[in-house]
């Protein structure tokens, strides 16, 4: 799958400045993003890993980034809500500041960057509320974890299921009941604070034709 190139993009126009791969930091599955700091407000311009974009209320997933994608871009082009996420796998990512965007990127370039976000996000969310209104919770499940593999490249989601309920926002009990399905589809394994990927042939066969992977929503990336 085609990575995003919207953060690459940001790193390469900032190299003068300073800014570069080498200032990463690293991040743990269950980590939350930082939308400001000391008063200023921070753009997560992420390297490796994935995370579940959260709503208003810190929970709720809004939809999936990975590499190459930005958190909270929104801090550098208009006066909205600040936007945060969830790791879900351990990850890399590099801070910078949204002033510092704002002073030393061309306005065209950013505001090219920041409509090629939107649509990602937009895309992501649209998933989410399919998913959502459409499909069971072991369905649900197995796609969440679908697009995880195919994002990150990794076989292990390093959650609590309260996590997991917070984001689906259903009950912790649906999820286990959930994960009991997955378990005995061959799919996943359960370990601790975590959910092993085994077979995701199995996932598929499990979410069914209503799964829209990740490499759906590539067309839509910058």
Same mark, same amino acid.
Do not use: Y
């Given at each position: 799958?085609?990575? !995003?190139?919207?953060?690459?993009?940001?790193?390469?126009?900032?190299?003068?400045?300073?800014?570069?791969?080498?200032?990463?930091?690293?991040?743990? %599955?269950?980590?939350? $993003?930082?939308?400001?700091? /000391?008063? =200023?407000?921070?753009?997560?311009?992420?390297?490796?890993?994935?995370?579940?974009?959260?709503?208003?209320?810190?929970?709720?997933?809004?939809?999936?980034?990975?590499?190459?994608?930005?958190? /909270?871009?929104?801090?550098?082009? =208009? @006066?909205?809500?600040? =936007?945060?996420?969830?790791?879900?796998?351990?990850?890399?990512?590099?801070?910078?500041?949204?002033?510092?965007?704002?002073?030393?990127?061309?306005?065209?370039?950013?505001?090219?960057?920041?409509?090629?976000?939107?649509?990602?996000?937009?895309?992501?969310?649209?998933? =989410?509320?399919?998913?959502?209104?459409?499909?069971?919770?072991?369905?649900?499940? %197995? %796609?969440?974890?679908?697009?995880?593999?195919?994002?990150?490249?990794?076989?292990?989601? !390093?959650?609590?299921?309260?996590?997991?309920?917070?984001?689906?926002?259903?009950?912790?009990? !649906?999820?286990?009941?959930?994960?009991?399905?997955?378990?005995?589809?061959?799919?996943?394994?359960?370990?601790?604070?975590?959910?092993?990927?085994?077979?995701?042939?199995?996932?598929?066969?499990?979410?069914? @034709?209503?799964? !829209? $992977?990740?490499?759906?929503?590539?067309?839509?990336?910058?």
């Amino acid at each position: 799958m085609p990575q !995003s190139t919207l953060a690459p993009t940001l790193l390469s126009l900032l190299a003068v400045k300073g800014v570069d791969a080498g200032d990463a930091i690293p991040a743990q %599955a269950g980590q939350r $993003t930082v939308a400001g700091r /000391n008063g =200023e407000r921070l753009v997560t311009l992420i390297l490796d890993g994935v995370l579940a974009r959260l709503g208003a209320d810190l929970r709720l997933c809004r939809g999936l980034a990975g590499v190459g994608d930005l958190i /909270n871009l929104d801090a550098a082009t =208009e @006066e909205t809500q600040d =936007e945060t996420a969830l790791w879900l796998t351990p990850g890399r990512f590099v801070s910078v500041p949204a002033a510092l965007l704002i002073r030393h990127i061309d306005p065209d370039v950013l505001t090219a960057t920041a409509l090629a976000d939107l649509r990602a996000r937009n895309a992501a969310l649209q998933t =989410e509320l399919a998913r959502h209104a459409t499909l069971k919770v072991a369905q649900r499940l %197995a %796609a969440l974890l679908l697009d995880v593999t195919t994002r990150g490249g990794v076989d292990q989601v !390093s959650l609590r299921q309260s996590d997991l309920a917070n984001l689906m926002a259903v009950r912790r009990a !649906s999820i286990s009941v959930a994960s009991t399905e997955l378990c005995a589809a061959g799919a996943i394994r359960l370990r601790r604070a975590a959910i092993q990927i085994i077979d995701p042939d199995a996932l598929r066969r499990v979410a069914g @034709e209503l799964h !829209s $992977t990740v490499t759906d929503l590539a067309r839509l990336r910058g």
